[in-house]
């Protein structure tokens, strides 16, 4: 019994976890489900590549939820003429508000963990050059996050 509600916690969190970063990525601009999925594949850096027998139906979900409106778009080129496409509602953009005011934080402690601790540990245990390509890889990004939230 406990293994099966650990399962469902996790398939819980999958969930979540995917509708939160699906928000994030229309956040951008409507997009179609395959555009969503490979755009997920480019964050996590062609580490994952959900199955479109995850994405639509979530999409149904989210729109069962309020979050996204499905928009068909007259479109030539594309089979059937037309292309069924995604966009925030009001309520979503709502939640993303809410998952971002929540998950920014604990991104933020990541990046302090690694900055912190994490490159020195490496370095203490025969991985300094690993750990320097890091840092300077780390410190690369901070420079360019840096410039795009000042740019607003």
Known sequence: MQREAAEVMGSTRYRDTLIWLM???????????????????????????????????????MKDLGLIDVVVVEEEGVRGGRKIVYALTDKGWRQLNEILTRKVQIYANFLDLIASSS??????????????????????????FQKRLAEG
């Open 23 to 61: 928000l994030l990525i229309l956040s951008q601009k409507p997009m179609h489900g395959y555009e969503i999925i490979k755009k997920i594949n480019e964050l996590t850096a062609n580490q994952w590549k959900p199955a479109a027998g995850s994405i639509y139906p979530l999409l149904s979900y």
């Open 119 to 144: 490159l020195k540990a490496l370095e203490e245990h025969g991985f300094a050059d690993s750990a320097k390509a890091l840092r300077s890889k780390l410190l690369e990004w901070a420079t360019q």
